[in-house]
C-alpha cells in the first residue's frame, strides 16, 4: 500500500519556539489526515486535507498540502508544553488509512 | 457523548491461549477499524467494517487473527494461540461516512 515517511521522527523544542514536522510520498496522495497522540493516549483527528496547495489553521497549528499532492507540513509557532505528544499524518484512501511512523515532540520548558 | 469504549483496558496473557478484546463504537458510526500499535511505532492497520458489506481483512498478520462485527454495533478482534510478538495496544477506531476517525482508549496486550 501506500507508504507515507514522516520526518523528524523524533522533534525537541524549546519552549516559545516554532518548528516543523514533514509527511512525504512517493505517490500521490488521496487525502492526508493529521492526527495527534499524547503520551499514553489514544490517537485524536486535528484535521484533513483534500486540495492541492491546501493550508488551514487551527490556533498555532498551520497544516498545508503539496501542490503535487505529495507531501504535507504541519507548522506549529510558539511551542507550548501541551504540544507534547506524537504527530501523525495518514494518507487516505478510501476508507482505509496509511499512517505514518510518527513526528514525536518534547518540548523544553 | 459517548465515544468509543475498549475492554478490557489491558490484558496479560500466556503464550498460547486466546484472547478476546472488544470494541463499543460511537452508535451511528456505521464503519469500525482495528489497529495494532507496537511500542514506539506508528499505527497498524487491521480490519475495517462498514455496516453489512464484507469486511476487509487484508491487514491481518496471520490465521490466528480474526474480528466480528454484530451489525453496526459491537465488535470482537479474537487472537488465537498468542504469541510474544502479539504484545501491542490494539486500538479501535469508528467513524461516519469514512471521514475523521475516533478511536478508544485501546487494550494493552502483554504476552509472558
Known amino acids: 500500500g501506500q507508504q507515507v515517511m514522516q520526518i523528524p521522527q523524533y522533534q525537541h523544542v524549546q519552549e516559545g519556539e516554532d518548528f516543523t514536522t514533514y509527511c512525504n510520498s512517493s505517490t500521490t496522495l488521496s487525502n492526508i489526515q493529521w492526527y495527534k497522540q499524547r503520551p499514553g493516549g489514544h490517537p485524536v483527528f486535528l484535521i484533513q486535507?483534500?486540495?492541492?496547495?491546501e493550508v488551514k489553521k487551527q490556533k498555532r497549528l498551520t497544516f498545508q498540502f503539496g501542490e503535487a499532492k505529495k507531501n504535507s507540513s504541519l507548522h506549529i509557532t510558539a511551542t507550548q508544553t501541551t504540544d507534547v505528544g506524537t504527530y501523525f499524518c495518514a494518507d487516505t484512501n478510501d476508507y482505509k488509512l496509511s499512517f505514518g511512523a510518527g513526528t514525536t515532540v518534547t518540548v523544553r520548558a | 457523548g459517548a465515544g468509543v469504549s475498549q475492554s478490557p483496558s489491558n490484558k496479560v496473557t500466556e503464550k498460547g491461549k486466546d484472547v478476546e478484546l472488544r470494541c463499543d463504537p460511537i452508535?451511528?458510526?456505521?464503519?469500525l477499524y482495528w489497529y495494532r500499535q507496537r511500542l514506539g511505532q506508528g499505527l497498524e492497520f487491521l480490519i475495517y467494517f462498514q455496516g453489512n458489506s464484507a469486511p476487509d481483512k487484508s491487514g491481518l498478520p496471520s490465521d490466528r487473527f480474526s474480528a466480528e462485527r454484530t451489525g453496526e454495533s459491537v465488535s470482537t478482534l479474537t487472537i488465537q494461540r498468542t504469541q510474544q510478538e502479539d504484545s501491542a495496544v490494539y486500538l479501535c477506531a469508528s467513524s461516519y461516512a469514512n471521514y475523521e476517525q475516533y478511536f478508544g482508549p485501546g487494550t494493552r496486550l502483554t504476552v509472558t
Open positions: 452508535s451511528g458510526h456505521t464503519a
Open positions: 486535507l483534500v486540495k492541492s496547495g
